[in-house]
Structure formats: C-alpha cells, structure tokens
C-alpha cells in the first residue's frame, strides 16, 4: 500500500518518489475543471469568495487517508462558516492500484467508488477525481494521500504539507493545517509553512503498477478440489485456519452463485495477504464435479474449493451447522474462535460484507486503528 517500505507510515524522504516538483510557496493556485461526487464539475473560479481555500489530496484506499477523513470533515465544518472551503481531490487512478493494494479498503478509486466512499462515509465537502489525467496533482507536485495545500485570499500558497502530526488521532501534538488557517483568517503570517506530508505516495499512471504481473500470477495459481463429508463440514464450522474465514455455500444451477462468484474471489485477493481466508463449498450433487471444477478454472478460484461428497444436501449443510438455511447461496464469516460475526442468505452486498470483513480483521502492527474506523460503520 504504502510504497516506500512496506506498509509503513514514513516522512517522503525515505520513499521513492514521482519527481514531480511540489508546488512553491507564494505560488497562485493552479486552474482546474474536475468532476465531484456530485455529477458536477468543479473549478477553481467557483471558489473565489472564500478568504482562505485548502485544497486536501486523498483517496479512499490508503488507510492513511480513511483515517484522515474525521479530521477532514472536521476542518470542513469548523471553518465553513467562516468562509472557509475546504476541497478534496483524489489524484489516485484505479488503473494504477493492484488488488493487494485494496487490502484496507472497501473500494478502489474510480468516481464511482469516489461517490461510495462520500455517501458511505457522509461527505459533506466536494471531493474531486483527477486520476484520469493526473494532471492537477502534477502540477501541485503531490507526493502523498493526504497532503493539503492552503491558499490565502489572493489564491497564493501559504501551507503545504501534513494535516497535523500523527495519523492517530489521540496522539496528535500539532494541528499544522488548522494553525495555518487561523493565521490566514486573523491576517498573520503562516509560521510554520512546508511541513512533511506522510501517508501513501501518489500511485502515478507514469510508474509500472504491477497490475498486469499481478493478475497473470493469480490466474497461473493452481485449482484444486476436494470432497467434502460431515467430518470436513464440522471441522470448516469451527474454523481451524486461525484466521477470520469467508465460507461460501453456492452450486453451478444457482444464478445468483454464479452472479456473485467472482466479486468473492476479488475480495479473497483483496484481503488475503492480511489474516484472512475463504472457502467455498459447493453443494453440487458429487457427480456435477466435472462441471465445478470447469467454472472454479474459469474462475481462477486458487483458494481452498470443496464440494459435498454425498448426495444428502441437508445433512451434509447440517453437518456444517444445524441452524445453516437449505437455500443457496449463503456466505458466513467465522471468527478464529468459532464464532459467526457476519453472514447472508442469497446474493451478497459486496460492499457490506467486505466492510464486515475489515471491521472483524485484527490491526497490524504498521497500521493501528483500522479495525476502529470499520467497526464504527
């Protein structure tokens, strides 16, 4: 995710950068014409009354900025009624982000997921997508999500840099961004006018991705299948991978199975270099396994498959548990220890299910307060 060492917070200087020069102090705010959330295109003419404009660079899928947004509606509303707007841009394009770069996030960083993420999460500022051209985010020289530029009246480049000095809330000392606002609406000079942005380093279109090396390494991943009796149910239910675990409960004459099917692989890939895994269980009669294993191929479905061994469906979903629905498809998500945390009955709300999967999945040591900003959805 965070591309200078692994999934860690640091100061830019020790990442490799786009070289991209950031925008000098003095400079005027550069000119532009963006699409929001709103179905609108916004310019920077539409601001022109506002005494002070803080332009914010974020996205949705650096866990940096997913912990930043608090803070950002937060500047939003204390300063709007003093005139205040605050915008953000996310500069990040979706073409430029492998799946295991979404392994904190619900959605990628396309406008459409740009309008989830906002109506999910109650944007009230706009929130602008530059990741087709990148253009914009060039010409301020962003080198990281988030990283805010304030602009005085004049439309002249007073701050730029951190929103404050720790990503965690608790412990910020320092509200950089805040101090530069108060400066500018009381006439003062910026004291402190560059500081270090940190976060995720801005996934630039010009760089390699590794997208297409990801996905050919995923579809040369081996399939496999094995049959299932009562004993391996029984043994799936009380989840002995030690991680959180996505059973999925389908069969190849069920539509919305097959519906469903490859947005539950993407989410595997998603999530599957943190503590998770997934199992799909097929409840095709025995002898359909021809058919199943041709659409787990299809599907390049490289985690653990099964299918049930005998012909008795209900008592092998029994097996499995007493109070599981014959229907299929049904999707659950074990705890480590045996408990469901999540589950659903027919077709999956992707986006809700991935979120339940984020707000059950334990912080890492690189990324404290993950588990909190989902769990509070």
């Known amino acids: 995710m965070w591309r200078c060492l692994p999934l860690l917070v640091l100061p830019l200087a020790a990442c490799s950068v786009d070289p991209h020069p950031t925008l000098a102090i003095g400079s005027p705010a550069p000119d532009f014409a963006l699409p929001g959330v709103d179905a609108k295109i916004h310019t920077l003419t539409e601001y022109s009354n506002s005494p002070v404009l803080a332009i914010v660079f974020t996205c949705n899928h ?7 947004e608090d803070r950002i509606k937060k500047l939003d509303t204390d300063y709007r009624s003093k005139g205040v707007t605050l915008v953000a841009i996310n500069p990040d394009s979706p073409s430029a982000i492998r799946l295991s770069d979404l392994r904190y996030s619900d959605v990628g960083d396309s406008l459409a997921e740009m ?6 999460r109650q944007f009230e500022h706009p929130y602008l997508y530059d990741g087709d051209t990148q253009a914009l985010s060039r010409t301020f020289g962003v080198v990281a999500t988030p990283h805010i530029f304030v602009f005085d009246r004049q439309r002249r480049l007073q701050y730029e840099g951190r929103i ?12 950089d961004a805040r101090n530069a606002i108060d400066a500018l609406l009381s006439n003062q000079r910026v004291s402190v006018a560059r500081t270090t942005a940190v976060g995720c380093p801005t996934t630039w279109l010009t760089k390699p991705s590794g997208r297409e ?36 409960f389908w069969a190849t004459w069920c539509g919305p199975c097959v519906t469903e099917f490859p947005e539950l692989e993407t989410t595997y890939r998603m999530y599957r270099g943190r503590s998770f895994d997934f199992v799909s269980v097929s409840a095709n009669d025995p002898d359909d396994k021809p058919q199943v294993m041709a659409f787990l ?16 469906t209900f008592g092998l979903q029994a097996a499995f548990d007493p109070l599981m629905p014959a229907a299929v498809p049904f999707t659950v998500l074990i705890a480590p220890n045996g408990d469901i945390v999540y589950q659903e009955l027919g077709e999956v709300n992707i986006l809700k299910l991935r979120r ?5 999945l334990p912080d890492d040591t690189t990324h404290p307060g993950q588990q909190a900003y989902w769990s509070g959805d």
């Open 297 to 312: 191929q299809k599907n390049h479905a490289s985690g653990s498959n099964l299918q049930f061994a005998t012909p008795d």
């Open 115 to 120: 309008k989830s993420r906002a109506t999910h």
């Open 62 to 68: 650096c866990p940096a900025s997913q912990l930043y």
């Open 213 to 248: 090396e990801e996905m050919a390494k995923i579809e040369a991943e081996p399939v496999t299948l094995q049959m299932a009796g009562e004993d391996a149910l029984k043994k799936l239910r009380g989840n002995p991978t030690g991680k959180l675990l996505m059973v999925n």
């Open 356 to 360: 339940a999967i984020l707000a059950n």
């Open 164 to 175: 404050d000095d720790n990503p965690r809330e608790s412990l910020v000392k320092t509200s």
